[in-house]
């Protein structure tokens, strides 16, 4: 098993899947956990005219994850759980 499914394994094992599941409510959770606040902004801002669905921005106060606009409510949770999961460096 990996390094990264081994992290993601074990933060989702201290979670609260609560029912009926909201992305709203994961991503509330899952700040609370990290102690750490994490905002959802629709639209791309300065990072429109980039091939992206969304981005995840690490502030040192905060987390933002941006997403496209215009997205269905599915896409948009697709998009938000995709900046979620690990992330890598790029080389």
């Given at each position: ?6 992290i ?25 956990q ?34 496209r ?23």
């Amino acid at each position: 098993m990996d390094e990264d499914r081994l992290i993601a394994e074990r933060a989702i094992a201290k979670l609260t899947l609560r029912r009926p599941w909201s992305m709203q409510r994961f991503v509330e959770e899952l700040s609370l956990q990290r102690d750490r606040p994490i905002e959802i902004v629709e639209g791309l801002g300065e990072f429109e005219s980039i091939d992206y669905s969304g981005i995840w921005i690490p502030f040192p106060e905060k987390d933002l994850i941006r997403h496209r606009s215009g997205v269905t409510q599915v896409e948009r949770d697709g998009i938000i759980a995709h900046e979620l999961g690990p992330h890598r460096p790029r080389a």
